[in-house]
């Protein structure tokens, strides 16, 4: 990857993390799949600008330190991944989470690459991560949702996917979440 973008030097993001972040014809598609989807009752649409693939969640900071943003960038310069294609074609939920996601079907090995690749620079770098589940890539598509969605296919929204974005957001904020990173995967 190339070089990141650098964010302001006083930086009180409250969570971070790693995602990928659709182009606008993927997040339409996206958008447009998931209007056509049951929406259980209490649940709603997740907003269009908040469509993200997270890679490694960092955790909540507040203030984030300029030094541990630094090892953050650092280790992303560090990481060397191609861009590559994905196939968003399977629905289903967290319970526990109270989410409903879209997500691929397959994995691609890229993906899961690029998941361990930044994971370990990260840590190498001193970079604290949060003890997580298992990398299950998705995209959140609806929140508050009370009851299982049942698991299905739909029809594949094909994804290239060609950059690494750092978030951050401010949990319960309706601000946007905020780019403060970017990194461009290598074409393939």
Do not use: C
């Amino acid at each position: 990857m190339e070089q990141g973008g650098r964010a302001p030097a006083a930086n009180t993001a409250r969570r971070l993390f790693f995602a990928l972040w659709p182009d606008e014809t993927a997040r339409r598609a996206i958008a447009n799949l998931a209007s056509t989807l049951p929406v259980p009752r209490g649940a709603r649409l997740t907003r269009t600008d908040r469509l993200h693939v997270t890679v490694v969640f960092l955790g909540d900071f507040n203030p984030l330190p300029d030094t541990m943003l630094a090892s953050i960038q650092s280790a992303a310069d560090s990481v060397r991944a191609h861009s590559f294609a994905m196939s968003l074609d399977h629905v289903g939920s967290f319970p526990r989470a109270r989410v409903g996601w879209l997500g691929p079907s397959r994995v691609p090995a890229a993906l899961t690459d690029l998941h361990d690749a930044l994971s370990d620079a990260l840590q190498s770098a001193g970079v604290p991560l949060k003890a997580s589940t298992p990398f299950v890539p998705h995209l959140t598509i609806q929140r508050n949702v009370r009851t299982r969605l049942p698991a299905m296919d739909v029809p594949p929204i094909e994804w290239t996917v060609r950059e690494l974005v750092l978030v951050a957001s401010a949990p319960g904020s309706p601000d946007p979440y905020r780019i403060v990173g970017t990194w461009p995967l290598l074409p393939q």
